[in-house]
């Protein structure tokens, strides 16, 4: 079993930035795929970041060149993922969740698209940004 804790959520005006962490412990030699999805009451959630074990990365078209996500592995049964977010803007304000999923080979773009595919949730952070 994994479990995932985010943190690092908060109140930032337009243009400003924030750094939100999520902590991956239990059996994390499970899961080699992390992400981070976000959600807005009432709509669907949708994909911001992903990085696959090998270092690779994927980003939603919105936060291109404004977020990066990184990973950290901290020992066999912990890892750390991390989201910097710069230059934010309003229509950023959603829940900001952790996702993780054992190996996989497709592509990274499709997991963006498709949150019900990640294995693990943690229970997110929100991020609130006024303009």
């Known amino acids: 079993q994994v479990h995932l804790a985010e943190s690092g959520g908060g109140s930032v005006q337009s243009g400003g930035s924030l750094r939100l962490s999520c902590v991956a412990s239990?059996?994390?030699?499970?899961?080699?795929?992390m992400a981070w999805f976000r959600q807005d009451p009432g709509k669907e959630r949708e994909g911001v970041a992903v990085i696959r074990g090998d270092g690779s990365t994927e980003y939603a078209d919105s936060v291109k060149g404004r977020f990066t996500i990184s990973r950290h592995i901290a020992s066999a049964r912990q890892r750390t993922l991390s989201l910097q977010m710069n230059r934010v803007q309003p229509e950023d304000t959603a829940m900001y969740y952790c996702a993780a999923r054992p190996p996989w080979t497709g592509p990274l773009s499709q997991w963006l698209l498709r949150p019900a595919e990640s294995s693990y949730w943690g229970q997110g952070t929100l991020v609130t940004v006024s303009s």
């Open positions: 239990g059996d994390t030699y499970d899961i080699t795929l």
